[in-house]
Each structure stands twice: as C-alpha cells, then as structure tokens.
C-alpha cells in the first residue's frame, strides 16, 4: 500500500516562503516518481512539478518557475517543495503524488493547505 504523508502547509504573507514536505516508504519512494500538485478554489488540480530517486525532475506550471523548486533526500526517503516569494494566487491544497513516471501519478497524500495573504 502507498502512503504518502505530507507536511508543512500554512499561511504566509505574500512575499513569504514555505516548504512542503512529503514522506513515503523506502519501497515507494524508489519504486515511484513523486510528484506535488495543488488545487485552487474552482479550478482544477494543477501539476507543479515531479522528482525520481535519482534526481530526474520536471516542473509543470509555468507560474511557479524560478519559485518554486523540488528535491529530495534519500536518507528519508522524502520529496520536499520548496515555495518562495509567494502570492496569493498560489493558495491551494497542496497534494504529494506517486506514480511510474514524472508525467503519471495514481497514488495521493491527503493535502495540505497553503494560504497565502496579500
């Protein structure tokens, strides 16, 4: 079973930074790219960004380029989204995914909120 335990949302002042964190097994967390996304009120779930093991990763929204930035440590065998210079537009749940590739994911934490104030 893949589970996926997230940490770290708030609320922040525009301008502020927050890091997300993400922590799966040691099975999951080599087996599955890990992946962060967040959903905004009415719309849709937006994918941010995917990481391996290994180091590969992309970035999906171009709103977060050069903010926001993924990593990973493998000592614990957790994925971390490191949010910076923050705005509200960027207040949503945050969800950790898992899935085979950086660009497919089945497997969900349960979010955690990040509130940005202007």
């Known amino acids: 079973q893949v589970q996926l335990v997230e940490s770290g949302g708030g609320l922040v002042q525009a301008g502020g930074s927050l890091r997300l964190s993400c922590t799966a097994s040691?099975?999951?967390?080599?087996?599955?790219?890990m992946g962060w996304f967040r959903e905004a009120p009415r719309k849709e779930r937006q994918f941010v960004g995917g990481i391996t093991w290994n180091g590969d990763r992309t970035y999906g929204a171009d709103s977060v380029e050069g903010r926001f930035t993924i990593s990973t440590d493998n000592t614990k065998n957790s994925v971390y989204l490191q949010m910076n210079s923050l705005q509200p537009d960027d207040t949503a749940v945050y969800y950790c995914a898992a899935g085979p590739s950086l660009t497919q994911y089945n497997y969900w934490g349960q979010g955690t909120r990040v509130t940005v104030s202007s």
């Open positions: 040691v099975r999951t967390y080599r087996t599955y790219a």
